[in-house]
Structures are given as structure tokens and as C-alpha cells.
């Protein structure tokens, strides 16, 4: 095998440029060639092509030949090759799918852009925007998130502009100090007339149906209204069981799943020993890790159906985006 | 047999009226609606790790419904 590569290797590098010339061709490589659909054991030269045509519709000077230097080809479809895009990079206008983060967490994921009285905001998780609660309306959003690089001088993107406080369960306290705060800070805001710093906070009940948080961009020409590896949005749909759907976020880039379960009830850790009981939540299998909180979460059509902001090593914990909008006040 | 169809109630009926029971149970982060291998409507406990005694304490059914139970593991804010 050893000699039979080293022989191979030399034909191709001797056709390598000539096969590369034909505008179908993307890249070539050595492998074992596939019949029906089957890996056999006889080592090839691979033609990757952006699409698979029978030889009718291809002029001899574009045909692959069935055999070079005494040796056999195969042809695989792999479409156009592009170079892997970094979820972590800075990105001016900035599209989803990539790292963003309040000036003191690590890093979460911009999720998409939504409405909100005719303005574009950056959608996310209130835990990657908004610090868990512990921020103040205003805050620095940085992009890339700090984890990533981000540092306020030259990366803020964003003030947050509202979020849906957590409601936690665990902890020492039983009850959430930073809403109680929120709602000190609030009555503060009254008192003084300040009728913008903390007006956009809402609140939702002991159970949590989201985890969601807007930040409004220092300038609209700094964000892109497309997720990185998806495109753009076509609208909004409504996740149902069994449905197929993917995301793209900043760690594990674009993956793929499907929702297992619907109205589900789950305890979500947080840092600090701190629990929030969520209620009518979608669960996918395994396709995020840290840091992918934040990820818009679409169907094959690419409509929004989703938040994704938990899970574990096998599953993953979506908000449904109808509740998300609703909360916020945001559309698309 | 047909008349236990008609008195069977709706399954997110079932689940609500056992969920905080369920969760209750030692080691159980979520409960949910899914199917099971046959692609029946199933009620879905998720526990944090393997534990015998929240399992043994688990019904194979609930009220009509197969009860399935999933490793999923701790949930976590990514």
C-alpha cells in the first residue's frame, strides 16, 4: 500500500493542475474509490466537483478520465468549497451565529437580529447579554464576547436594551437577589423620574419560559440581518415535535438535530449554585456546548422557531421563539 | 379495546397533573412529551445521572401513556 500511495501521489501531482482547470473540479485527492454508493478497496485519485453530471452534458475537455497514468479515478460531489468561517472572529456588520458577550461574562452567541418599533436589536440570551440579571440596562455588549478577545475599546457593538429577568429557585437566598435589586433599582428609577434606565425590564413568573435579552446596536450599519453558514431568515415558525432543525452558534458553528420532546419542564443550572425551573421548552439531542447559548434556532426552511440557551453533554433546551417575542416585544 | 381510547385524556392533560410529582424525585431535571421506539406519544422523565431508587420509583406507564426514562444528564446554561 505504502508503494502503491507513493506511486499515486506522483501521478497526481504530475494531473493535479490540468484536472484543476476544469471548471467543475474544486480539489483532488487520494482515496479509496466508491462504486454504487461503496467503498471498495482500490485507492483512487478523487476529483471532487461542485456538482455530479452525466458525460452528455460534459465536453470532452471537461470529462473526468476513467483512468490517469494507469491509474483509476473516482468523482465525488462535495458543491462549492469554502473556507471554514470562524465563529470567534470580530465581524463588522456582524451576522449570528458568532461570539458576543456582556462586557463581564466569557462568551455567548449572537443569536439574530429582531424588530422593535421599526429598529433592528441583536437577539441573544439574557445570561450572555444581561449577565444573568446581574446587568444594568445600558451595559457594554462586546463583539467578539470578552472570552473571545472582546475588549471595550475596540469591540463594543451594543448597549443592552432590555432583558427577561431569570427567576432562580436554588442558591442560598431562595429567591433571586439581582431581581430584588432590579426591583429596588426600578423603584430608584421612579422615584428620580428616570423613566429610561430600567423601563424595558419585564418580569415573568416563577416559572421561566425564556431566556432572552436584546442589545441595540451603536450603529445599525455594524450588524448584518443573516446567520454565518445559514443566510438569511425566511420568517417565523413554531417548533413541533420531531421537527428538523439547526443553528449556528459560536463553538460548535452550524449543527443539525431535531426536537424530541415538546412542553418540557426542566431545571437549568446556572453558575454560583443557582437553578431556574423552565416550563413549556423544546428539547433537541446533542448540538451545542457552552458558549453556543444564544443561537437562533431554525427549521430546513430557515424560519426562527427557537432560542437555544441550555443543555447537557446528549440534549439540548430551546425557548420557543413565540414566547421570546412576546416577552421582549420584539417581531421579525 | 376501543372504550379505553375514548377515556384516555390528553397527554400534556397527563403530564401536568404528574409532573411536579415527578420532579420532585431525587435526580430529575426535566419532563417532557416524546415519543417512544414505536413512535407512541410518550411522557419523557430526564434524570441527571443513573439512580436506581428515582427509577424504581418510576412507572412503566401513566395513566395510558408509556413513561420513558432518559439519561440526559445535568442541563446547564451554555
Known amino acids: 500500500m505504502e508503494k502503491e500511495l507513493f506511486n499515486l501521489k506522483g501521478v497526481l501531482q504530475e494531473n493535479r493542475n490540468q484536472l484543476l482547470a476544469r471548471t467543475n473540479v474544486v480539489a483532488t485527492g487520494i482515496g479509496f474509490k466508491a462504486s454504487v454508493g461503496k467503498k471498495t478497496p482500490i485507492l483512487s485519485i478523487i476529483c471532487s466537483v461542485v456538482q455530479k453530471l452525466p458525460s452528455s452534458k460534459l465536453s470532452p475537455r471537461e470529462m473526468i478520465p476513467s483512468t490517469i497514468g494507469g491509474l483509476p479515478t473516482d468523482v465525488v460531489q462535495t458543491g462549492r468549497l469554502r473556507a471554514f468561517q470562524s465563529h470567534t472572529a470580530r465581524y463588522r456588520p456582524a451576522p449570528g451565529g458568532i461570539s458576543i458577550g456582556h462586557k463581564d461574562i466569557t462568551a455567548g452567541t449572537l443569536g439574530c437580529l429582531v424588530k422593535k418599533g421599526g429598529e433592528f436589536f441583536i437577539l441573544s440570551n439574557n445570561h450572555v447579554l444581561a449577565n444573568s440579571n446581574a446587568a444594568q440596562v445600558g451595559d457594554p455588549i462586546l463583539q467578539p464576547g470578552p472570552y473571545d478577545g472582546g475588549l471595550i475599546a475596540n469591540d463594543h457593538i451594543a448597549n443592552l436594551e432590555a432583558f427577561v429577568p431569570i427567576s432562580f429557585t436554588g442558591g442560598a437566598s431562595g429567591c433571586s437577589t439581582a431581581r430584588g435589586v432590579a426591583d429596588f433599582l426600578n423603584s430608584v428609577a421612579r422615584v428620580l423620574g428616570s423613566d429610561t434606565r430600567l423601563r424595558a425590564i419585564t418580569t415573568q413568573a416563577e416559572d421561566n419560559l425564556v431566556d432572552a435579552a436584546i442589545a441595540r446596536p451603536l450603529n445599525p450599519a455594524d450588524v448584518k440581518d443573516e446567520i454565518l453558514e445559514i443566510g438569511p431568515l425566511s420568517g417565523v415558525g413554531s417548533g413541533t415535535l420531531g421537527m428538523a432543525i439547526k443553528k449556528s452558534g459560536r463553538t460548535t458553528g452550524l449543527t443539525t438535530g431535531e426536537i424530541q420532546q415538546v412542553d418540557v419542564t426542566s431545571t437549568v443550572q446556572y453558575g454560583d449554585n443557582k437553578t431556574a425551573l423552565f416550563t413549556d421548552q423544546l428539547m433537541a439531542g446533542a448540538m451545542s456546548q457552552g458558549g453556543d447559548s444564544g443561537s437562533a434556532v431554525l427549521d430546513t426552511q430557515n424560519r426562527l422557531i427557537g432560542l437555544l440557551f441550555a443543555g447537557s453533554e446528549n440534549s439540548t433546551i430551546i425557548n420557543r421563539i413565540e414566547h421570546v417575542f412576546s416577552a421582549l416585544g420584539v417581531s421579525r | ?78
Open chain 2, 1 to 78: 379495546m376501543v372504550g379505553d381510547k375514548i377515556m384516555t385524556p390528553p397527554i400534556q392533560d397527563v403530564k401536568k397533573k404528574h409532573e411536579a410529582r415527578l420532579m420532585s424525585l431525587p435526580g430529575v431535571v426535566s419532563v417532557g412529551i416524546g415519543r417512544d421506539p414505536q413512535g407512541n406519544p410518550a411522557v419523557i422523565v430526564g434524570l441527571d445521572s443513573p439512580r436506581s431508587e428515582t427509577q424504581a420509583r418510576i412507572p412503566p406507564q401513566l395513566d395510558g401513556y408509556p413513561l420513558l426514562i432518559q439519561i440526559v444528564g445535568p442541563l446547564k446554561a451554555q
